[in-house]
């Protein structure tokens, strides 16, 4: 079993930035990926960027060169570096790991994009 646990949602003004961090209950050496979702009301959870455990990583293309997703095997935690926000990346942020090819979620947290 693995718990995550996230934190670093909130209010931000559009072209504002927030860091949205995924603490792990044990080490994520050994994850098969990580990554970041989100979804708004009535539409489908979506990828906003994942990393392999061999440092590859893919993005979303609404979020390419803005976004960036990265790890510290040393506090067991990745985190989500999101720049230059936009209305459009209002929703409720997921993240989420793979390990041993088995899917674990954290609880979500609200980022609001508005002025």
């Known amino acids: 079993q693995v718990q995550l646990v996230e934190s670093g949602g909130g209010l931000v003004q559009p072209g504002g930035s927030l860091r949205l961090s995924c603490a792990a209950s044990?080490?994520?050496?050994?994850?098969?990926?990580m990554g970041w979702y989100r979804q708004v009301p009535g539409k489908q959870r979506e990828l906003v960027a994942i990393?392999?455990?061999?440092?590859?990583?893919n993005y979303a293309d609404s979020v390419k060169g803005r976004f960036t997703i990265s790890t510290d095997n040393a506090k067991n935690t990745f985190f989500l570096q999101m720049n230059g926000l936009k209305p459009e990346d209002t929703a409720v942020y997921y993240c989420?790991?793979?390990?041993?090819?088995?899917?674990?979620w954290g609880q979500g947290t609200q980022v609001t994009v508005s002025s």
């Open positions: 044990r080490s994520i050496f050994s994850f098969n990926a």
């Open positions: 989420n790991a793979v390990v041993n090819w088995r899917n674990y």
């Open positions: 990393i392999t455990s061999g440092g590859s990583t």
